[in-house]
């Protein structure tokens, strides 16, 4: 069984043998034996398999088990251990109020994986202990011919405790206060260069955010907010070594509005996170952002502000930078997006149909604007993965029949040369993408047994550049969900080693650092993780290492039971945010910072996921 099987295989072992205790007891109870022993047996049976899956679960990784092995287990181990002596010495008959505590605690293990999971703290473990004592207690008062103040009153003050503790579980913590050196940096002075590198030239954008409302290629109308009136926004181009100036105004988007340039590490001062690097322009207000374009590839841009509805509806754009030597052939920018449940490439939300030569050479970039991972398939000729996340790969190597599964975010480049039959792209094995030919459409072929591309086996290996050797900052990144403050209110969030933004501690690391990361996957949901300002270099993915071409990434989607490792170096002073792509997470919690030594902030407030 893989990782996500056996935390679904341990929540429904946790499920039955919760169900199995609380059975027993209310069997015994009422005197029916036949039915109490049969519980019984599924009772010890269904722990005993939890044992197990807690023991394979382990096997991936500690982060998985912890909560269950420091607390679900032996509280429940105890309490059984405790029903079973019982019942031994003094008969079943003896035995339940034990034989309910067992089943309080099977109980207690079921919430506490919902409610806070990785990682057990101690006041969660006290809270959980108290409430079933507490609940214990009020059974054996229940069960007593005569009410008895002293259990009443136990029961009282464990409950109270046991409220207060839960209370304290879920405070968030103070994040831990940053090592500021006293030579420090702002990030509003951590701003990009003016001039193009020799040989470049400026190029000069003025994006205007407003409200309006757009037409899909089928006709229907979508309100939608965008740049100039047009979604996408308009497209960015730039040659290497050219100064890319955008002057960003916000017309009329009533939360605000800022630019983030998705996979482009600018300078931390153009970066777009709001609150961060930036205030939000409100309506009325500009802000003049500039960067160098010296990494080749396929980017994005987007607002950071208020980022799950604003991208959701619309302000967003291709950002494509090419080498100067322009090549020849067709290239297509592709970008994903679901505008109100309709799905589109570009603004067309069926088959886009394009003339292209035989013999032509084809490269197509595609681009995942949505919060969930998309599917692509190419009919009709082999090609090769030229590049991920703008990130050229090493010796790719020609593949067909296998479809291309991209990360909210993510971006890859594929290329062919043009046969002389039609070529479909599509996405979701549905009816939208994109037909290549001179003329007919060709039928609709059944891509959806293809298996996926695993990147991590593509291509040709090559140097890693000492990003495997001993990280000088390793840190972990559990995520869940869980009870959590998210904006001063408390919210079923999707956590980060137990906590919600802006109550993750940041992680701090000093300019030259070779930094890694291991980001776990407890929960059920894909989190497509995403790190400001950095390329990063996966290492291993379930403990298997890359065995391709090395593999850059800025946005990598890590899936339910899944464990990745990756490494990059610290390289672009600034505080950066860190957090799940699918922005609906991110605003309910799934964001922290990645600060530098010695850089502050002096924008509070906003809501950067
Ligand atoms: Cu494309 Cu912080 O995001
Ligand atoms: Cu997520």
């Not at 429940?76 to 003896?94: H, K, N, W, Y």
């Not at 001039?195 to 190029?203: F, H, I, L, S």
Request: include cysteine; aromatic fraction near 8%; glycine fraction near 12%.
């Amino acid at each position: 069984m893989n990782g996500q099987q056996l935390i679904a295989a341990d929540l429904l072992a946790a499920a039955v043998s919760a169900a199995a205790w609380l059975a027993t007891a209310i069997a015994v109870a009422s005197g029916r034996r036949r039915v109490a022993v049969a519980a019984a047996i599924a009772a010890v049976v269904s722990t005993a398999a939890r044992v197990a899956i807690v023991i394979a679960l382990a096997g991936h990784g500690w982060w998985f088990v912890q909560d269950k092995v420091t607390l679900a287990l032996p509280l429940l181990g105890l309490a059984a251990v405790t029903a079973g002596l019982t019942a031994l010495r003094r008969g079943i008959s003896q035995a339940v109020v034990p034989l309910f505590m067992t089943g309080y605690a099977a109980i207690c293990g079921l919430l506490f994986q919902f409610l806070w999971g990785y990682p057990a703290s101690p006041a969660q473990i006290t809270a959980s202990l108290a409430l079933v004592g507490a609940a214990t207690a009020v059974t054996w008062w229940l069960r007593q011919p005569a009410a008895q103040r002293a259990a009443v009153l136990a029961g009282v003050g464990a409950a109270v405790l046991g409220l207060i503790a839960a209370a304290l579980g879920f405070l968030p913590g103070d994040p831990a206060p940053a090592a500021h050196p006293h030579h420090t940096v702002s990030v509003a002075d951590l701003r990009g260069p003016v001039e193009p590198a020799p040989g470049g030239t400026v190029k000069r954008y003025a994006l205007t955010a407003r409200q309006a409302e757009i037409t899909l290629a089928s006709g229907q109308k979508v309100a939608a907010w965008t740049f100039d009136g047009q979604v996408p926004g308009p497209a960015l181009t730039a040659s290497v070594g050219d100064l890319v100036e955008v002057t960003l105004t916000n017309l009329d988007i009533a939360d605000g509005v800022t630019l983030h340039w998705h996979g482009y590490d600018v300078r931390n001062g153009e970066d777009g996170a709001p609150g961060v690097t930036q205030d939000e322009v409100a309506p009325g207000g500009t802000f003049v952002y500039r960067f160098r374009a010296d990494q080749v590839g396929t980017y994005w841009y987007h607002t950071h502000q208020v980022s799950d509805r604003g991208v959701r509806l619309g302000l967003y754009g291709n950002l494509i930078v090419r080498p100067r030597s322009a090549s020849v052939g067709t290239d297509l920018v592709l970008p994903v997006h679901t505008f109100d449940g309709v799905l589109a490439i570009g603004t067309h939300d069926g088959m886009d149909s394009r003339p292209v030569p035989a013999g032509e050479p084809v490269r197509l970039r595609l681009i995942n604007t949505d919060n969930t991972p998309h599917r692509f398939t190419l009919s009709g000729s082999a090609f090769r993965v030229v590049a991920a996340d703008g990130n050229d790969l090493n010796g790719p190597t020609e593949v067909r029949d296998v479809a291309l599964r991209v990360a909210a975010g993510a971006r890859y480049d594929i290329a062919f040369t043009m046969p002389s039959g039609p070529v479909a792209l599509r996405i979701d094995d549905g009816p939208v993408g994109v037909a290549l030919s001179g003329g007919a459409s060709g039928e609709h072929q059944d891509t959806s047994a293809w298996p996926e591309l695993d990147l991590t086996s593509y291509g040709t290996p090559a140097s890693w550049g000492g990003l495997d050797a001993r990280p000088d900052k390793d840190f972990a990144l559990v995520l869940d969900r869980g009870l959590s403050i998210v904006d001063g209110k408390p919210m079923y969030a999707h956590t980060v080693n137990g906590g919600a933004y802006p109550n993750i501690p940041e992680q701090i690391v000093r300019e030259g650092d070779l930094v890694a990361f291991t980001v776990v996957n407890r929960g059920f949901e894909t989190h497509p993780w995403h790190l400001h300002g950095h390329r990063v270099l996966v290492l291993a993915k379930d403990g298997k290492p890359v065995t391709g071409s090395p593999l850059l990434l800025d946005t990598f989607d890590v899936r339910p039971g899944e464990v990745w490792r990756v490494a990059f170096r610290a390289s672009n002073p600034g505080v950066w945010m860190n957090h799940c792509h699918n922005l609906t997470h991110a605003d309910q919690g799934m964001a922290l910072h990645l600060s530098y030594e010695g850089v502050v902030t002096p924008f509070h407030g906003a809501h950067g996921g």
